[in-house]
């Protein structure tokens, strides 16, 4: 897999760290945990303004996986930003990604296993723009609130010639159905929050000045209830829904890795992160609108 990683890099132009402004950081924490209460835990990404994954934010969420399978209190962990624009966005396209943490690691889905199969309810409560890995990280948790005017979520990869590789094939096929499904993945657009409560994927929108209010009271009501119980609901609806296997996260990313090295993909990445990619915040918030600046077999004038 070291071959994604080196195709990227190789793909981009090399920049300074002080050209980098929009992260990812590399001194932690970027994920902050706060115990609301000993059974109603808060997890914030705090690499603003991106909360882009990189290496730290994939050791740093599988430690706090560990934490919450084996702490015997816990029973909601709402997970949330501290950044204004974005709840999330994309894995680390910059940087080296090391092969023993990224989405194509056995400890990634392992770890996304564990907490579907937890007796804890996990919460993604967005607020901001929840981009390709950032909207597979919030697809992946047990529930989903959007704040109506202000979360947006897409899967852009197909956009620059690749394909979701972190969960959102998966999770949008049984969240959303197939048809719309194909729509998300293969349109590459923003969807608002009404229209991804509409296709359920997300749970529902809630106006933004009852947002934290409403997260934070459905938080404590689930927190007051019996562990058992909740691991118990859990189990049940994951047997009937059925929860994504190991294999099918992996072959959507071995996709993605193929995707990202052939054809004209890593001379469009580089023309992309020439023009603003993980370094200018208008750019990756237009990421969708960005993308069809660089349709085709360029050259591209953007």
Known sequence: MRYLTYALLTALPVVSAASALLGPSFT?????????????????????PLNVQGDLFFEEFYALVDKITNDPEVKVVVFDSSSDSFFSTHVDLVNPLNETSWPGSPKYWDSITRLATAPVLTVAAIRGRAYNAGAEIAAVLDVRFGSKEKAVLGQFEVGFGANPGGGGIEMLSRLAGRS??????????????DTAALYGWINRAIPDAQFEKFVDNFARRVAGWDRYAIGAAKSLINGRTGFPTADQQLESFNS?????????????????KAAGLQRNLKFEKDFSKEELKFVGKGPWKA
């Open 256 to 272: 993605f890795v193929a995707a990202a090295s052939q054809g004209a993909v890593p001379a469009r990445l580089k023309a992309m």
């Open 180 to 193: 719309r499904a194909l729509e998300v993945v293969l349109g590459a657009d923003t969807f608002d929050a």
């Open 28 to 48: 932690s924490p970027v994920i902050v945990t706060k115990k609301v209460t000993p059974s109603y835990w808060r997890a914030t990404f705090s690499d603003p």
